[in-house]
């Protein structure tokens, strides 16, 4: 979860260090390859890892709330899915633009010229399984208070946020809602896990 959580941040990060001279998105990846090249790397590190932390958080909630985490799990794994096929697209456009020769402007007007069933399906994986699906996660730990309901409401708003205009308008990286919550739910399920394993010892030894 953390490492998701860390690595997206970085993404953000470098997506952010642009220099408007060199344009935007499929321009900036062509005069950046570099730093595109790692931002891209770390994508397709982040999606599998994606997907453990929506299977973790499944786990944790389920014991209280099968009723909203079951349902938020899977859309949630769909979503992950969703969000790994914009990765493997957007790393189509690297290799294109990094081999030279290529307008970034054309590939641009391609990509968003682009429609169809397919598109459909890809928009409506990731934003339907990633956004209601995560909602419906969120809202299954809420009830399950398996985990601090601080975290809860952290993690909730950074989906509002990262999934709203929002996103461009906070003056520091969006995923770093993200980690925190992240983080405060790792660091309250190791807590829980020693005081269990403590508690065993105590007792095991009556």
């Known amino acids: 979860m953390c490492a998701a959580a860390g690595l997206q941040t970085v993404s953000e990060l470098l997506e952010r260090w642009v220099d408007p001279s060199e344009g935007t998105g499929l321009e900036w990846i062509a005069a950046n390859p570099g730093l595109a090249g790692l931002k891209t790397t770390i994508d397709l590190l982040v999606a599998p890892l994606l997907v453990g932390t929506v299977v973790i958080l499944t786990v944790l909630a389920v014991g209280g709330s099968p009723r909203f985490a079951w349902p938020g799990g899977v ?46 399906v890809l928009f409506g994986m990731f934003w339907g399984g990633a956004g209601i699906g995560l909602s419906l996660l969120l809202i299954g730990l809420w009830r399950a208070r398996s985990v601090p309901r601080g975290a809860v409401a952290v993690a909730g708003v950074f989906i509002v946020v990262d999934f709203s205009p929002l996103a461009d308008l906070v003056p520091f990286p969006v995923h770093a809602l993200f980690l925190t919550a992240m983080v405060w739910i790792a660091v309250s399920v190791v807590r829980a896990a020693r005081r269990g394993s403590v508690e065993g010892m105590v007792d095991a030894g009556h």
């Open 75 to 120: 859309l949630g794994v769909v979503g992950m899915c969703g969000f790994a096929s914009f990765i493997g697209a957007g790393e189509v456009a690297f290799y294109v633009l990094v081999t030279g020769g290529v307008d970034p402007v054309a590939v641009d007007t391609a990509y968003g010229a682009a429609g169809g069933l397919p598109l459909i």
